[in-house]
Each structure stands twice: as structure tokens, then as C-alpha cells.
């Protein structure tokens, strides 16, 4: 079983940045891909960014060229680094582990106007 814990959220105006850290802890046997997923009022929980275990990367069209996905292979961690944030952004984010299906316990972005 694979354990995440997210960190490094908060509240930030728009404009501002963030960082979001993912850490995973457990039986990790492969490296998998893995992805930020964010949930907003009234919409479906969407992906955000993913990453591979080759480092490639694939992020929705809403956040492309304001947010980057990266990973840590030494420390089992994954970070959102979130640039020209926008009040749309505001939601729970939560870490993902694609290959166990594991999810962390969400972490709070709230984007100010």
C-alpha cells in the first residue's frame, strides 16, 4: 500500500504562486506515473498535470505554460509548481499514484481576486 501526503497549500492573490509537494511513502515497488487532480465547486474532479516515470508530462489546456510538474526520484516526491494563479484555480488538490490507484488526503488552493 502506497501512502501520499500532499503539502503547500494555502491562500495566495491572484497573480501570485505556489508550490505543491507530494510524498509518497510505502510498498513502492515501480516508479509510476503520477498526477495532481483538482476539485472544484460543482465541476468533476479533473487532472491537472501528470508525470511518467520517464519524466515526461501532460497538464490540461487550462493551466499549460502557468503550471509545472516535476519529481524528486531520491525522495519519492512529486511538486506542482503554480504560477499566474487565477481565481478559477481555487479547488482541493490531490496527488495521485496512477499505478495503485492511491490518493493523498487533498490539500486546499484558495486564488484570491
Known amino acids: 500500500q502506497v501512502h501520499l501526503v500532499e503539502s503547500g497549500g494555502g491562500l495566495v492573490q491572484a497573480g501570485g504562486s505556489l508550490k505543491l509537494s507530494c510524498r509518497a511513502s510505502g510498498s513502492i515497488v515501480v516508479i509510476p506515473t503520477m498526477g495532481w487532480h483538482r476539485q472544484t465547486p460543482g465541476k468533476q474532479r479533473e487532472l491537472v498535470a501528470e508525470i511518467t516515470s520517464g519524466g515526461s508530462t501532460n497538464y490540461a489546456d487550462s493551466v499549460k505554460g502557468r503550471f509545472t510538474i516535476s519529481r524528486d526520484y531520491a525522495k519519492a516526491t512529486i511538486h506542482l509548481q503554480m504560477d499566474s494563479l487565477k481565481p478559477e484555480d481555487t479547488g482541493i488538490y490531490y496527488c495521485?499514484?496512477?499505478?495503485?490507484?492511491?490518493w493523498g488526503q487533498g490539500i486546499q488552493v484558495t486564488v484570491s481576486s
Open positions: 495521485n499514484d496512477a499505478w495503485t490507484e492511491s
